[in-house]
């Protein structure tokens, strides 16, 4: 079974261990930075909580899930657009967004992959000073390999700004946080700009 698998086939047992979970403890400084109504895409979805929570706020959302499961959770929930998709082969010049939320849902990217993968979905969001991403991953070193087969790729901060800072866009705030499910995980969650506005 791979990352992607468990996913589209675990779904309604990953909505039970992560829906009730308060989007406002890691999400609350990235919308100060979002201008009232923005558009946001929510990339790895997964069955809604944040899109709803975000819908909630005013702003205007459209989800993003490789996972079938997923995605029906995540309308039904949110009731917003739900694209179903791969994120590293998805033509995101389709889409224009105001801002690209990626919370935790790179965690299985291998380290080469990352990059790229960025770099994809970077095309959906517009140029302007108002543009934001926010991408939250495990700090750490190496992978962990976690149950049903899935692997973690675990990250330095110097090393995401480096990614980061090859695909144009600039740092501007990185929260250290616990896991909000209590694993004893430590999450490295960033607010990024395009780096023209600077």
């Known amino acids: ?5 468990y996913y ?8 039970d261990k992560t829906f009730r979970i308060d989007p406002a403890i890691f999400l609350s400084g990235f919308v100060k930075h979002l201008r009232p109504g923005a558009h946001l895409i929510d990339i790895g979805c997964g069955s809604g909580r944040d899109l709803r929570w975000l819908k909630e706020k005013g702003f205007l959302v459209t989800g993003f899930d490789a996972s079938a ?14 694209i179903e998709g791969d994120l590293e082969t998805f033509d995101f010049k389709t889409l224009v967004v105001d ?11 291998p380290h080469n992959r990352l990059a790229p993968a960025l770099a994809n979905i970077l095309k959906a969001l517009r140029k302007g000073p108002d543009a934001r991403v926010y991408l939250s991953l495990k700090e750490g070193k190496g992978v962990f390999n976690h149950t049903h087969h899935r692997a973690y790729y675990l990250w330095q901060d110097q090393e995401i700004r480096s990614i980061i800072a090859g695909l144009g866009l600039r740092v501007l705030d990185v929260a250290r946080s616990d896991s909000a499910r209590g ?15 600077s």
Request: hydrophobic share 45%; charged share 20%; with cysteine.
């Open 99 to 109: 801002a690209v939320l990626m919370s935790g849902s790179l965690v299985h990217l």
């Open 8 to 15: 589209r086939t675990h779904y309604a047992e990953y909505h």
């Open 183 to 197: 694993t004893g995980a430590i999450w490295l969650g960033c607010i990024l700009a395009w780096e023209m506005d």
């Open 69 to 82: 499961g997923m995605a029906d959770l995540a309308r039904r929930h949110a009731r917003c657009p739900v």
């Open 1 to 5: 079974m791979t990352d992607t698998d």
